[in-house]
């Protein structure tokens, strides 16, 4: 009788927030048991697995230098090209989403930690939770239940049609949070807008895949700094070319992936320029400064992987199937970025691209991640 009450419970919550939900996402409630929290909690979620993921996996590509890369040219042998856009190709963390093709091992690795990290609120509510860990939290199940669905399609290269529509992978109610259906776009634009004041830090934790968004981290949000996270990454995306850029006296660019979020500007114009005015830096805040119209146009919808959609240029790629055994036990990013090259052979293209991308990091020099010399790491007896 027991496991009926709750199963009736679990189905009106169901039934509810199914209604709700169907409405704009603007304009729905948030589940009741996302509502509270408690403040006064020293509570904190473990995110270890989600930690050894993203560290093995994620390259951290530093600040924007606002340059663009240099023109491809066409791989020996053929007439195909590089189909990049210059100005952003050499921007944004990117993620080794080759190492999940083809290897369902390394799939339910990551499935395992989606499936666990959307399980928590059973074991505890969240209103058992400070207000900042809920955040974090929300946060990390958007981010891994998108590198979820996205490899699921890998290796699509452009996600257009995978991200915009009531078809796509952020409307589509892929998960159950303590008995109730949601989407990604159920967390962004109900519980995260209306649990945190609308506020347009939040939208710089949200990874979507692609470059033309905010980038992925190589660490799991925690409560403690999601703030001083959230305002890194903003830095990071509104300065940088696929944020913004300054056309002319009467008209600044921006990225795309602020009108598809306006619901965290009420007036666009006015709300949009005062956030990025905040962050902005060097001549766009001027060109900012005196422009009349903000112009959402730029566009980067190609997947963050490193190469493998560039596979016909690249040649043949092995992926490792112990890569994600690795990443499960904390294993050096290094030797994951040193298999991952031995097992390839590069075109030119593809080399000049690779190579692009470690002259920006050496320059930018965090110290997360080493990237050995491209074509020349050996490969180690276990690999």
């Known amino acids: ?14 039934t509810v927030f199914s209604v709700s939900a169907g409405a704009s996402v603007e304009n729905s409630t948030v589940p009741e048991p996302f509502q ?17 993921l993203l560290d093995a996996l994620v390259l951290n590509m530093g600040r924007s ?11 020996t042998g053929t007439r195909m090209k590089f189909s990049v856009n210059r ?29 666990r990290l959307e399980g928590i609120p059973f074991i505890t509510p969240l209103e058992k939770y400070s207000r900042d860990e809920q955040l974090a939290y929300w946060l990390n199940l958007y981010n891994v239940t998108v590198l979820d669905e996205i490899v699921k399609i890998y290796p699509q290269r452009k996600l257009e049609d995978h991200l915009v529509g009531k078809d796509s992978i952020l409307a589509a109610k892929t998960l159950v949070v303590a008995g109730f259906p949601l989407s990604l776009n159920d967390i962004e634009f109900t519980i995260l807008k209306q649990n945190y004041n609308g506020n347009p830090l939040i939208l710089y934790g949200l990874y979507q895949g692609i470059i033309g968004g905010p980038s992925i981290r190589k660490t799991a949000y925690t409560g403690k700094y999601v703030y001083g996270d959230l ?10 070319n696929r944020g913004t850029e300054g056309k002319s006296s009467k008209v600044f660019r921006v990225s795309s992936f602020y009108q598809r979020n306006s619901a965290f500007f009420s007036d666009f114009q006015q709300d949009l320029r005062e956030h990025l005015l905040t962050y902005l830096e060097g001549e766009e805040l001027d060109e900012l400064k005196t422009a009349r119209t903000l112009k959402a146009d730029i566009n980067d919808w ?15 790629f092995g992926t490792n199937n112990a890569a994600l055994a690795g990443a499960a036990s904390g294993e050096n990013s290094s030797r994951l970025t040193s298999r991952a090259a031995a097992a390839s052979r590069y075109s030119p293209a593809v080399m000049a691209h690779l190579q692009e991308l470690k002259r920006k990091q050496e320059e930018e020099r965090t110290g997360t991640v080493t990237i050995e010399e491209m074509g020349q790491a050996d490969v180690e007896p276990d690999g």
């Open 302 to 316: 190609t997947v963050t992987d490193l190469y493998g959609t560039n596979r016909d240029l690249a040649g043949s």
């Open 231 to 240: 305002i890194e990454n903003a830095m990071e995306f509104i300065n940088s």
């Open 87 to 115: 100005a952003t190709v050499n921007e944004g963390n990117r993620f080794y989403y080759e190492v999940f093709e083809d290897n369902e091992k390394n799939r339910q690795t990551l499935r395992r930690i989606r499936n």
């Open 65 to 75: 230098d606002r340059k663009k890369a240099s023109p491809q040219k066409s791989a």
């Open 1 to 14: 009788m027991k496991n009926k009450h709750i199963f009736s419970l679990v189905f009106i919550a169901i």
């Open 36 to 52: 509270r929290f408690d403040d006064t909690s020293d509570r904190v979620i473990d995110y270890t697995d989600l930690n050894s």
